[in-house]
T-cell receptor, first 108, second 113 residues
Framework: RKEVEQDPGPFNVPEGATVAFNCTYSNSASQSFFWYRQDCRKEPKLLMSVYSSGNEDGRFTAQLNRASQYISLLIRDSKLSDSATYLCVVRSTDKLIFGTGTRLQVFP | DGGITQSPKYLFRKEGQNVTLSCEQNLNHDAMYWYRQDPGQGLRLIYYSQIVNDFQKGDIAEGYSVSREKKESFPLTVTSAQKNPTAFYLC????????????FGSGTRLTVV
């Protein structure tokens, strides 16, 4: 079983739609959690950290459920520029473990 | 501006050759990491270093070597022992080995010809 699992997608949504991505992790001792965004043929960039209390950054909301070992990312009012691959990332001890990513394509 | 620089952007290697990928950061970060990404796959950890003159193997270290003689620099050598080296290589750094996210360089695309 992979340490971090994501649905690869693609998720094809129209502009203005709300879309949600989910991620599960296997190590219950994992300490911190992140969502990264990766554009095609580019490096990953930190989108946001994920906290147990949930956190919001503009149109993006991240949630963590430690009991279920589940992380989510919600994007409201999708823009064309949101088209990218979203990586779920978990810290275990001294390194980050990356999921394979969920691809989002927003169309006009 | 602070950042992390990888060079070259594209690299072509003949079979049997060793090549070295450069990674330099001016963020004053203690920890540095090398990942490999293959098409349609996630990032896989090759080597990492939490402090100067010390480094650890990641999940796929075979056929690779690193050094960390300076805080700013963490070069990766892809040796001829690496059987399938064609990939996108990403270097990252972090201010705190125990927490926080990473800052990535823009990557090196290595192709074996």
């Amino acid at each position: 079983r992979k340490e971090v699992e994501q649905d690869p997608g693609p998720f094809n949504v129209p502009e203005g739609a709300t879309v949600a991505f989910n991620c599960t992790y296997s190590n219950s001792a994992s300490q911190s959690f992140f969502w990264y965004r990766q554009d095609c043929r580019k490096e990953p960039k930190l989108l946001m950290s994920v906290y147990s209390s949930g956190n919001e950054d503009g149109r993006f909301t991240a949630q963590l459920n430690r009991a279920s070992q589940y992380i989510s990312l919600l994007i409201r009012d999708s823009k064309l520029s949101d088209s990218a691959t979203y990586l779920c990332v978990v810290r275990s001890t001294d390194k980050l473990i990356f999921g394979t990513g969920t691809r989002l394509q927003v169309f006009p | 501006d602070g950042g992390i620089t990888q060079s070259p952007k594209y690299l072509f290697r003949k079979e049997g050759q060793n090549v070295t990928l450069s990674c330099e950061q001016n963020l004053n970060h203690d920890a540095m990491y090398w990942y490999r990404q293959d098409p349609g796959q996630g990032l896989r950890l090759i080597y990492y270093s939490q402090i100067v003159n010390d480094f650890q193997k990641g999940d796929i270290a075979e056929g690779y070597s690193v050094s960390r003689e300076k805080k700013e620099s963490f070069p990766l050598t892809v040796t001829s022992a690496q059987k399938n080296p064609t990939a996108f290589y990403l270097c990252a750094s972090s201010p705190d080995p125990q927490g926080g996210g990473y800052t990535f360089g823009s990557g090196t695309r290595l192709t074996v010809v």
